[in-house]
């Protein structure tokens, strides 16, 4: 959640501004990290405005891949920051991209550090980008740091292209079926009514079915198609709460998604922790972090508990481990690389094992959906043509039996 503050600079400067933390312990908690003394801190929820320009102006996550990979070799060549994102500014590729790195070589110039500029928009950047620019800033290697974050967003954004991909098809099929339903129904059948009527054509109870169903249709598709916008928004990238928990319940219970999901929730906690500690972040503060990021409540909620428990002195694999959402297998690694003192290595190959799980997930996904998609499209399509065919017959029957 997002936290407004009041503090003062060592200097007894005041400053403002905006963060994103778990709570307010940790809110304090980063403001004294940035040696700031805190006055005021209460909880802040953007306003309609802010939410709309997040919205419009949020940063794809190829595009961020690609920011930075290009100021991390901007600074490796020898740019001072400032710069470096000059640089940047004016060769990024997307309105958005280029809009946010001209707003922090603003906020560069006037002296802020990178990662506080940027994290007083979050939403535009991911919040674990500007996280971890600030432990690359404290411990000298911003470089390296950017490095690895477009290392970590190129594979982000390569499952989710993965993801498109496999649902291209699919989607394609059932806009062309829709479509068709929709000009057969409205267009092409009422024209037909008129020349059976005039015929004296019986229709067949299918027939007499579907003009039925183009009857109700008129009145519960918008129906419906406005109860789906309300579904995709209740559920859709801005539920939270219980409403977001629901949504992650139902999600890795589906067949044939369920799995290629929870693989993909692995891969990215095993992943993200990895980093997290390859940046020298603190294992609770690593936690902590990866709590906003995990990217599903149960996860969230086992990086909060693994915090806890590093804070009393345990491990993370104990909580893992009693977690029913982790495969065994994410228990098991993670204990022994806290036994044997290599946990962000061992992590790193889970994360490696569980993204080449979510690209077999997706294959069988594409292998088992688009025959059966091209069934289900084909069988409504030769439903309407025996629909509209049956009649005809009838009524070719009837003229030649008058002849």
Not at 139 to 153: F, H, K, S, V
Request: net charge positive.
């Amino acid at each position: 959640m997002e936290f407004a503050y009041r503090a003062a600079d060592p200097n007894g400067k005041t400053a403002t501004g905006v963060l994103e933390a778990a709570d307010a312990a940790e809110a304090r908690r980063i403001l004294r990290n940035r040696g700031l003394l805190v006055l005021e801190l209460r909880p802040r929820r953007p306003s309609w405005r802010e939410a709309l320009e997040r919205l419009l102006w949020r940063v794809p996550v190829p595009q961020v891949a690609l920011f930075c990979q290009q100021l991390a070799f901007a600074l490796r060549a020898g740019l001072d920051l400032l710069r470096a994102l000059d640089v940047v500014r004016r060769q990024a590729p997307g309105r958005a991209v280029r809009r946010e790195a001209t707003r922090l070589w603003q906020e560069v110039q006037k002296g802020r550090p990178l990662s506080q500029a940027m994290a007083d928009r979050a939403g535009t950047m991911p919040p674990l980008l500007a996280q971890m620019l600030a432990a690359g800033e404290a411990a000298g290697n911003l470089d390296e740091t950017l490095a690895r974050m477009a290392a970590y967003y190129r594979r982000e954004a390569h499952l989710k292209q993965r993801l498109r991909s496999a649902l291209a098809y699919p989607a394609l099929l059932f806009t062309v079926a829709a479509g068709l339903v929709f000009f057969f129904l409205n267009f092409l059948l009422p024209e037909l009514l008129k020349v059976f009527a005039e015929t004296g054509a019986r229709l067949p109870p299918l027939t007499r079915g579907l003009v039925a169903v183009a009857g109700h249709a008129r009145v519960w598709v918008p129906a419906g198609l406005a109860a789906l916008a309300g579904l995709v928004f209740l559920f859709g990238p801005g539920a939270c709460g219980r409403v977001r928990a629901l949504r992650d319940r139902t999600v890795v219970r589906l067949p044939l998604v369920g799995r290629v999901v929870r693989d993909a929730v692995h891969a990215r906690f095993a992943r993200g922790l990895a980093l997290l500690l390859r940046s020298g972040m603190p294992l609770v503060r690593a936690l902590e972090l990866l709590a906003q990021t995990a990217g599903h409540t149960r996860a969230e909620a086992a990086a909060l508990a693994a915090a806890r428990e590093v804070r009393r002195g345990g491990r993370i694999s104990s909580v893992v481990a009693g977690e029913a959402f982790f495969d065994p297998v994410v228990g098991q690694m993670t204990a022994v690389g806290e036994e044997i003192g290599e946990l962000e290595r061992l992590l790193e190959e889970l994360a490696d094992y569980y993204e080449q799980q979510v690209e077999a997930g997706f294959a069988r996904l594409v292998a088992l959906t688009e025959p059966l998609v091209t069934v289900v499209v084909a069988a409504v399509v030769g439903l309407l043509v025996i629909s509209v065919l049956t009649p005809m017959f009838d009524m070719i029957k009837q003229v030649r039996h008058l002849r």
